[in-house]
């Protein structure tokens, strides 16, 4: 079984900038992709960013130029920087974690985060 930790959220006025990180704990071999997802109440959760094991990113057109999303595979973490933080950003931000093995041939499996509230006052 993996946890995944989250931390980073809050309340940052428009302009401002904040940086979610997740922790994945457990019995880890590998992790193919991890990323970023976030639901605005009354909308569905959408895709944020992405990033695979090599370090190819992907993002979602609104949060390009303004988020970066990066990993340290040693520490089996991920971290997405949000920047010029806008209003239409406040939302629930889940971290999720793809392709999961806690042995060279194991099944994988996927994980999601607990969520953490990113809220942005105009």
């Known amino acids: 079984q993996v946890q995944l930790v989250e931390s980073g959220g809050g309340l940052v006025q428009a302009g401002g900038s904040l940086r979610l990180s997740c922790a994945a704990s457990?019995?880890?071999?590998?992790?193919?992709?991890m990323g970023w997802y976030r639901q605005a109440p009354g909308k569905q959760r959408e895709l944020v960013a992405t990033?695979?094991?090599?370090?190819?990113?992907d993002y979602k057109d609104s949060v390009k130029g303004r988020f970066t999303i990066s990993r340290d595979n040693a520490r089996n973490t991920v971290y997405l920087q949000m920047n010029s933080l806008k209003p239409e950003d406040t939302a629930v931000y889940y971290c999720a974690v793809n392709g999961v093995r806690d042995r060279l041939f194991s099944p994988p499996r996927d994980y999601w985060g607990q969520g953490t509230q990113v809220t942005v006052s105009s």
């Open positions: 990033i695979t094991s090599g370090g190819s990113t």
């Open positions: 457990g019995t880890i071999f590998s992790i193919n992709a």
